[in-house]
């Protein structure tokens, strides 16, 4: 499948890509295409061991001449999001991704792409089988789990790369490069609240509000689009009026991606079906033109439900849980006044859900400062301590503290300009490169991060620019074969 990849340019880069395409890799579920890249190496005659984790490393010998150049470690994460429309079924862990080119962009048929970080790891392999390239010793680390927790970095075994410098290829704009990211935690919310049996006169409806654009939860978090979690329980808070009950929700799947979609289900009394549908329809509307041109799509839809529910969170558990989702921290919490245009610290309302009284619910914080993480995830403690809701916080990770003073940087600067024509903008990024955490266990590593053009990432709108990444591929070359140099100097 995706033949058409290996037509497009570079060829050898695409080539890897197309397999990481045919490759069902979801987070957790990276062991088969680490199995194939493996098998990849030892054809290759390439060095390859895993970690403790499970991290994948690759190792090749430098050019002759040019072993005491310092060693390049080619850094990238090997899962990917798992987003796909609502009407589209798609097996994440089992069907691979149908690429397609449209107007100079690269895209998936109604699901994410992949392109995060699927083009760094495709690059980072085509260096190495890369016969005519010039180089110092080469050493290409694969991470686990990078979308779903920093697992694969976090649990990164330390005294095991050798490298001096590493290239992060999971950076998403070309003219650019990235000596700096966000940390962040996960905040789990979870509680078992008290229901009882829908009384005569109630009837049960479906609540959904659907085609959101989405986005990545630090990059697009400033953009003002709707996050569908949000906007829900807006519209169920101005439906408490009519004394509805929360029965069930489902909103988002995954923590790091703007919510798109949300779906609830209510208890109402059969006399107010009518007016609760007539105030359906004018929020609607009012969402509407809210979001008119930043996020067109929004459609909020009752349906009435044939199925009697069993059990209905009470009135005060109802209305005490849409109060504290309602006054949940979410968006820009506060722009950087250190770093200008930059987001410092936010806040993803990700993942929602009410089955049977069980309330879970799962954000992301980032920031730049970690004291800022800290302070945010214990204002959702705070909060839902009121509800009497269980809070704790998993996958906390650092920031990136940026180098401006690196001669890795200034090198990438001189080199952009002769292969560009430009300097590139040198960037701090609101997401989680795991440049952070790799510094934290290697702190004498030397790091930037850049790649092609990327949008949409973490949502079915992933494309990636095609002339953007031969210019990646030209500049990623050039870089390498310039570290290849220092072997004049003993540098």
């Given at each position: 499948m995706n033949e058409h990849l290996e037509q497009l340019a570079p060829q050898p880069l695409w080539r890897h890509f197309r397999t990481l395409c045919n490759t069902p890799r979801p987070s957790g579920h990276e062991a088969e295409l680490v199995a194939i890249l493996e098998r990849w190496a030892e054809r290759q005659g390439l060095v390859h061991d895993r970690d403790g984790f499970g991290n994948l490393r690759l190792r090749k010998p430098a050019t002759p001449g040019h072993e005491n150049a310092p060693s390049v470690i080619l850094q990238g994460h090997l899962d990917m999001v798992a987003?796909?429309?609502?009407?589209?079924?798609h097996d994440f862990t089992r069907d691979p991704i149908e690429t397609y080119v449209e107007d100079g962009?690269?895209?998936?048929?109604?699901?994410?792409?992949?392109?995060?970080?699927?083009?760094?790891?495709?690059?980072?392999?085509?260096?190495?089988?890369?016969?005519?390239?010039?180089?110092?010793?080469?050493?290409?680390l694969f991470?686990?789990?990078?979308?779903?927790?920093m697992g694969g970095a976090l649990q990164l075994a330390e005294n095991w790369l050798d490298g001096r410098v590493l290239l992060n290829l999971d950076s998403e704009d070309r003219g650019e490069v990235f000596i700096g990211c966000a940390g962040g935690a996960d905040v789990v919310v979870e509680a078992q609240l008290p229901t009882a049996e829908p009384g005569p006169g109630e009837v049960a409806v479906q609540l959904a509000l659907t085609g959101l654009s989405g986005g990545h939860s630090g990059?697009?978090?400033?953009?003002?689009?709707?996050?569908?979690n949000r906007l829900l329980v807006r519209v169920l808070r101005a439906l408490e009026a009519y004394d509805i009950r929360l029965v069930g929700y489902r909103g988002g799947t995954l923590r790091n991606a703007i919510p798109r979609e949300a779906f609830a289900t209510l208890m109402l009394s059969a006399d107010e079906i009518d007016a609760v549908a007539s105030r359906v329809a004018t929020l609607e509307q009012e969402?509407?033109?809210?979001?008119?041109?930043?996020d067109e799509g929004l459609t909020l839809a009752m349906t009435p439900l044939e199925a009697r529910p069993a059990q209905a969170l009470n009135a005060h558990a109802s209305h005490m849980l849409l109060a504290a989702l309602n006054a949940a921290p979410y968006g820009v919490e506060r722009m950087s006044s250190s770093v200008p245009g930059v987001v410092e610290t936010s806040n993803n309302l990700g993942v929602v859900s009410l089955d049977e009284g069980r309330?879970?619910?799962?954000?992301?914080?980032?920031?730049?400062?970690d004291s800022a993480v800290n302070d945010l995830a214990d204002r959702f403690r705070g909060l839902f301590d009121l509800i009497g809701a269980r809070t704790r916080v998993e996958n906390a990770y650092p920031g990136w503290t940026p180098a401006t003073d690196s001669a890795l940087l200034a090198r990438f600067r001189r080199l952009h300009l002769q292969h560009v024509g430009s300097e590139p903008a040198v960037k701090v990024i609101?997401?989680?490169?795991?440049?952070?955490i790799l510094a934290g266990k290697y702190p004498a590593l030397e790091m930037i991060s850049f790649g092609p053009s990327i949008r949409g990432a973490h949502s079915p709108d992933e494309r990636?620019?095609?002339?953007?990444?031969?210019?990646?591929?030209?500049?990623?070359?050039?870089l390498i074969e310039d570290l290849a140099c220092d072997t004049a100097t003993g540098a």
């Open positions: 987003q796909a429309n609502a009407d589209h079924p962009w690269l895209r998936a048929r109604h699901t994410t792409l992949g392109a995060d970080n699927g083009l760094g790891v495709a690059a980072a392999l085509a260096i190495l089988e890369d016969s005519e390239l010039v180089h110092g010793p080469l050493e290409a991470t686990l789990e990078e979308e779903s927790s990059i697009d978090i400033h953009r003002g689009r709707g996050n569908a969402l509407r033109t809210e979001l008119a041109g930043v309330f879970y619910l799962c954000a992301l914080v980032r920031s730049l400062r609101h997401a989680g490169l795991e440049c952070g990636v620019e095609l002339s953007s990444v031969e210019e990646f591929w030209r500049l990623l070359r050039a």
